[in-house]
């Protein structure tokens, strides 16, 4: 049967390609659906690429503006063209997708475009994205959804591009930089793309339900990014919106703090409140998949759904909405099918799977935040060590932040990591090798670290942790 495959991958997002790429490399015959033109899923096209190429262009512009003359360099005329900045923006995505497609093709894996839905727990079809019409039945052995997710709108409020209110996907074509952007939401998303526009010159207001932005990462980060991020755009917490509309080419956000009513006015308005995950098309109802009350589809330890040979990984399943997550939950499903377990448990560590904002500095955790540990009721200790005591941080110029370490008081095992500093998302993975392997703050401690480096910033920590004491403070 020519359409009989070992592994069949629903979604070419990084967990459905990487899966793709490994399984073929496992032996299996491996077949991928995707229902869009191009592969990637919103990680490559609408979200961490085009989204961090439009970052590192408007950093470059920022660093110009407001740091370059502490070097000594000087510009008669500082200007930008946003048009080349999204130029740039799909010239990766172009150079990215090529790439995705030669993968496939070196591996041998067989592409269907369309939408795969359950017919029985061995059958898909794979109908035509636009018409629904059935194009070809495949029949698989394991079968992996990796759909991904979709940004949540806010409740009773479509998105609409004619009437300036975006999700992530939409501002990522956006024509022209606003004069005044609101942004409800204050994570990942909404912080990043309020520093892209607020380098541009656009007056950024952030509004968030929560009492602090970035409320899922430790404390330190969350006060620490609004303090820093603070002084280029307008960051409000603790807020209530009752509404959201257009008049006069203009939109209003009806909000309160603390009951106290007031009006937010903008050209635009991200919406940046979270994702959903999507499932649709995929029939799971007609073998019996489950799903939880958000809507996202329940596995167990080793990703499979509550079909044994059909697995969910990546945004779909929720938790952490990272494209590393997904890929590494890949990685684990086919080491589950083909029997190749890289350790005795193969469950896959959530807690060591690390989360990166990539503002100016960029902010990065690793592990159990303080609110965590307290919550567990672990004595510990943490030790904090900022950035400018570093001779590297001020050679860069970017002092701002610091490396912070949670480690158990008794046995000196490192539980958590946070920083806030330039390529904090480089130095989180120190953090994340030494918590693999149960490292301690003594370990760290001991091991030489290259000065003048921003890795400093670890041996320093860790002293703190072991002796309370540092070398550089």
């Known amino acids: 049967?020519?359409?009989?495959?070992?592994?069949?991958?629903?979604?070419?997002?990084?967990?459905?390609?990487?899966?793709?790429?490994?399984?073929?490399?496992?032996?299996?015959?491996?077949a991928l659906i995707e229902k869009n033109r191009k592969m990637g899923g919103t990680c490559l096209n609408v979200g961490c690429i085009p989204s961090k190429s439009l970052l590192e262009s408007s950093k470059h512009f920022f660093l110009a503006k407001e740091n370059y003359h502490s070097h000594g360099i000087f510009f008669d005329k500082l200007s930008f063209d946003f048009q080349k900045m999204m130029e740039r923006k799909n010239r990766i995505i172009q150079n990215l997708n090529k790439g995705?497609?030669?993968?496939?093709?070196?591996?041998?894996?067989?592409?269907?475009?369309?939408?795969?839905?359950?017919?029985?727990?061995?059958?898909?079809s794979v109908k035509d994205y636009s018409s629904l019409k059935?194009?070809?039945?495949?029949?698989?052995?394991?079968?992996?959804?990796?759909?991904?997710?979709?940004?949540?709108?806010?409740?009773?409020?479509?998105?609409?591009n004619k009437k300036n209110i975006f999700s992530s996907n939409d501002l990522l074509n956006i024509q022209k930089i606003p004069n005044k952007m609101i942004i409800i939401g204050g994570g990942i998303i909404g912080l990043e793309f309020g520093s892209i526009f607020s380098r541009l010159g656009s007056k950024i207001t952030i509004v968030d339900s929560m009492d602090n932005i970035l409320?899922?990462?430790?404390?330190?980060?969350?006060?620490?990014?609004?303090?820093?991020?603070?002084?280029?755009m307008d960051i409000k917490t603790s807020i209530s919106i009752s509404d959201i509309f257009y008049k006069k080419e203009k939109i209003y956000i009806?909000?309160?703090?603390?009951?106290?009513?007031?009006?937010?006015?903008?050209?635009?308005?991200?919406?940046?409140?979270?994702?959903?995950?999507?499932?649709?098309?995929?029939?799971?109802?007609?073998?019996?998949?489950?799903?939880?009350?958000?809507?996202f589809i329940i596995v167990n330890d080793?990703?499979?759904?509550?079909?044994?040979?059909?697995?969910?990984?990546?945004?779909?399943?929720?938790?952490?909405?990272?494209?590393?997550?997904?890929?590494?939950?890949?990685?684990?499903?086919?080491?589950?099918?083909?029997?190749?377990?890289?350790?005795?448990?193969?469950?896959?560590?959530?807690?060591?799977?690390?989360?990166?904002?990539?503002?100016?500095?960029?902010?990065?955790?690793?592990?159990?935040?303080?609110?965590?540990?307290?919550?567990?009721?672990?004595?510990?200790?943490?030790?904090?060590?900022?950035?400018?005591?570093?001779?590297?941080?001020?050679?860069?110029?970017?002092?701002?932040?610091?490396?912070?370490?949670?480690?158990?008081?008794?046995?000196?095992?490192?539980?958590?990591?946070?920083?806030?500093?330039?390529?904090?998302?480089?130095?989180?993975?120190?953090?994340a090798v030494a918590m693999s392997f149960y490292a301690s703050s003594e370990d760290i401690y001991k091991i030489c670290h290259p000065h003048p480096t921003l890795s400093e910033a670890f041996k320093e920590v860790s002293l703190l942790n072991f002796e309370n004491r540092a070398i550089h403070m």
């Open 134 to 160: 059935e194009q070809k039945k495949i029949h698989f052995k394991f079968c992996i959804i990796s759909t991904g997710s979709y940004p949540t709108p806010f409740p009773g409020i479509n998105f609409n």
């Open 302 to 431: 080793y990703f499979q759904t509550s079909v044994k040979n059909i697995y969910a990984i990546g945004d779909v399943i929720g938790g952490k909405m990272l494209a590393h997550k997904a890929e590494e939950e890949g990685l684990h499903v086919l080491e589950h099918i083909s029997g190749k377990f890289r350790n005795t448990t193969l469950r896959l560590n959530n807690y060591l799977i690390p989360s990166v904002v990539y503002t100016y500095p960029e902010a990065a955790s690793i592990g159990y935040t303080e609110n965590e540990i307290i919550e567990k009721n672990i004595k510990y200790n943490i030790g904090i060590f900022p950035m400018k005591s570093l001779g590297r941080a001020q050679s860069i110029g970017c002092t701002d932040g610091f490396v912070k370490m949670i480690t158990e008081k008794k046995t000196d095992e490192i539980l958590g990591i946070h920083i806030i500093g330039d390529h904090a998302g480089d130095l989180i993975m120190e953090g």
């Open 1 to 30: 049967m020519n359409n009989l495959y070992d592994v069949v991958i629903i979604g070419s997002g990084p967990g459905g390609y990487v899966s793709a790429i490994r399984s073929s490399q496992l032996g299996f015959r491996t």
């Open 215 to 232: 409320s899922n990462m430790d404390p330190s980060i969350s006060q620490g990014m609004k303090n820093i991020l603070g002084k280029h």
């Open 100 to 124: 995705l497609e030669f993968l496939m093709k070196k591996n041998k894996i067989d592409i269907y475009k369309g939408i795969g839905s359950f017919e029985t727990k061995n059958t898909l």
């Open 254 to 295: 009806i909000a309160s703090y603390k009951n106290k009513p007031f009006t937010i006015e903008g050209d635009c308005c991200l919406i940046s409140i979270g994702r959903n995950p999507y499932t649709k098309y995929l029939d799971l109802e007609n073998i019996g998949i489950k799903k939880d009350d958000k809507g």
